[in-house]
């Protein structure tokens, strides 16, 4: 059973960065996690879940239209650490971060399109982290 835990989140000004960490257990290697897809999700108080970034196990990447430019999300598969770097942040990126996985296999299985950015199509959740920005 795969686990996720996320990290990092606080209380930033506008303009300012965090960086968020999401450890991944529950994988039988490190080979295993680098197998899977994972990504990044926010929801706001009020609003629905939406994906931020993905990325595949082959490493490409599709950022939401709102953080392009300003996040980067990134990989250390012999930690089984994802990570996503926030700059320049906004008071319209505040809400509670999540860190999503889902197995390559699983996908193909379900037919899912390559870089979803679509909740739905992600297995496994983190409990998420905190983000807010202030003007």
């Known amino acids: 059973q795969v686990q996720l835990v996320e990290s990092g989140g606080g209380s930033v000004q506008a303009g300012g960065s965090l960086r968020l960490s999401c450890v991944a257990s529950?994988?039988?290697?490190?080979?295993?996690?680098?197998?899977?897809?994972m990504g990044w999700f926010r929801q706001a108080p009020g609003k629905e879940r939406e994906g931020v970034v993905v990325?595949?196990?082959?490493?490409?990447?599709r950022y939401a239209d709102s953080v392009k430019g300003r996040f980067t999300i990134s990989k250390d598969n012999a930690k089984n650490i994802l990570y996503l770097q926030m700059n320049s942040l906004k008071p319209e990126d505040t809400g509670m971060y999540y860190c999503a996985a889902d197995s390559e296999e699983t996908r193909v299985v379900a037919g899912t399109r390559p870089l979803s950015l679509d909740p739905t199509d992600f297995g496994y959740w983190g409990q998420g982290t905190q983000v807010t920005v202030s003007s």
């Open positions: 990325i595949e196990s082959d490493g490409s990447i």
């Open positions: 529950g994988y039988t290697s490190s080979s295993y996690y680098s197998s899977y897809c």
